[in-house]
T-cell receptor, first 113, second 110 residues
Framework: SQTIHQWPATLVQPVGSPLSLECTVEGTSNPNLYWYRQAAGRGLQLLFYSVGIGQISSEVPQNLSASRPQDRQFILSSKKLLLSDSGFYLC????????????FGEGSRLTVL | DAKTTQPPSMDCAEGRAANLPCNHSTISGNEYVYWYRQIHSQGPQYIIHGLKNNETNEMASLIITEDRKSSTLILPHATLRDTAVYYCIVRVQGAQKLVFGQGTRLTINP
């Protein structure tokens, strides 16, 4: 069976510090991978998605970047965090078949102080 | 992807059927209707999807109108654990990304 894990689950970081959130998928190959963010009381915002190693599509201009160094690994990074980067970050994967559903990780809650 | 409109919140009594509406009047012929739900502090969970026929699974039923401009998600016997935000999404077949709207916050009351 397929599993998705992301870490850390909770993170408190000062403004201006770097960020690295990691997500890995097991039990499948060549998945599409996604990073979403949910600010407090808001909906889900798609940040990045990737259809293959080294292929990153950015949905909104922002202070964040994503990388996919391996087939089942997706990393969300920032060089200098802003207060507005606080939120609940969710990684997800999907098979490439046409009607494939999204499977989400447990989420990482980031608080920038 | 077509825009969807959902009521921001709804209430339902435990044990009754919860009917969550979604308008997608600009849907095109190759767009599927997806429903997800998000329980507080968790990632969204897939519920069901359909193209034009009604669909049913162990979680819910999806009723799509004949003109496909709207749909209803039905939770036949709502429980307290069904309290969540429910998202209706339309997506082109084969599209790589899924864009979520604001959803409907469903509260099941005892």
């Amino acid at each position: 069976s397929q599993t998705i894990h992301q870490w850390p689950a909770t993170l408190v970081q000062p403004v201006g510090s770097p960020l690295s959130l990691e997500c890995t998928v097991e039990g499948t190959s060549n998945p599409n991978l996604y990073w979403y963010r949910q600010a407090a009381g808001r909906g889900l915002q798609l940040l990045f998605y990737s259809v293959g190693i080294g292929q990153i599509s950015s949905e909104v201009p922002q202070n964040l970047s994503a990388s996919r160094p391996q087939d089942r690994q997706f990393i969300l990074s920032s060089k200098k965090l802003l207060l507005s980067d606080s939120g609940f970050y969710l990684c997800a994967w999907k098979r490439k078949e046409n009607t494939g559903e999204l499977f989400f990780g447990e989420g990482s809650r980031l608080t920038v102080l | 992807d077509a825009k969807t409109t959902q009521p921001p919140s709804m209430d339902c009594a435990e044990g009754r059927a919860a009917n969550l509406p979604c308008n997608h009047s600009t849907i095109s012929g190759n767009e599927y209707v997806y429903w997800y739900r998000q329980i507080h502090s968790q990632g969204p969970q897939y519920i069901i999807h359909g193209l034009k026929n009604n669909e049913t699974n162990e979680m819910a039923s999806l009723i799509i109108t004949e003109d496909r401009k709207s749909s209803t998600l039905i939770l036949p016997h709502a429980t307290l654990r069904d309290t969540a935000v429910y998202y209706c999404i339309v997506r082109v077949q084969g599209a790589q990304k899924l864009v979520f709207g604001q959803g409907t916050r469903l509260t099941i009351n005892p």
